[in-house]
């Protein structure tokens, strides 16, 4: 019949959306933040309220609420 089922499937998987964290701009490329453990080539995940490195599980959180002091 068809071919081997244990063979997976391959979907239409982006591999990684580093691509995603360089900007450019002026002809000068603006990367996104990267983690500080792991050097420059690892970029940090952003979620809602925080950025996360997926590799060594450094977290850095927004410091919005603490923005305005009263
Ligand atoms: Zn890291």
Same mark, same amino acid.
């Not at 068809?2 to 239409?12: A, D, G, L």
């Given at each position: 019949? &068809?071919?081997?089922?244990?063979? @997976? $499937?391959? /979907?239409?998987?982006? &591999?990684? /959306? ?5 900007? +450019?701009?002026? #002809?000068? +490329?603006? *990367?996104? @933040? ?6 420059? #080539?690892?970029?940090?995940? $952003?979620?809602?309220? *925080? ?20």
């Amino acid at each position: 019949m &068809t071919k081997n089922p244990s063979k @997976r $499937k391959r /979907k239409n998987k982006p &591999t990684s /959306k580093k691509y995603k964290f360089y900007k +450019i701009e002026d #002809g000068k +490329i603006i *990367r996104g @933040r990267f983690c500080p453990r792991c050097g420059p #080539g690892v970029f940090l995940m $952003k979620a809602k309220d *925080r950025l996360y490195c997926g590799r060594c599980h450094y977290t850095e959180f927004f410091s919005t609420e603490n923005k305005e002091k009263k």
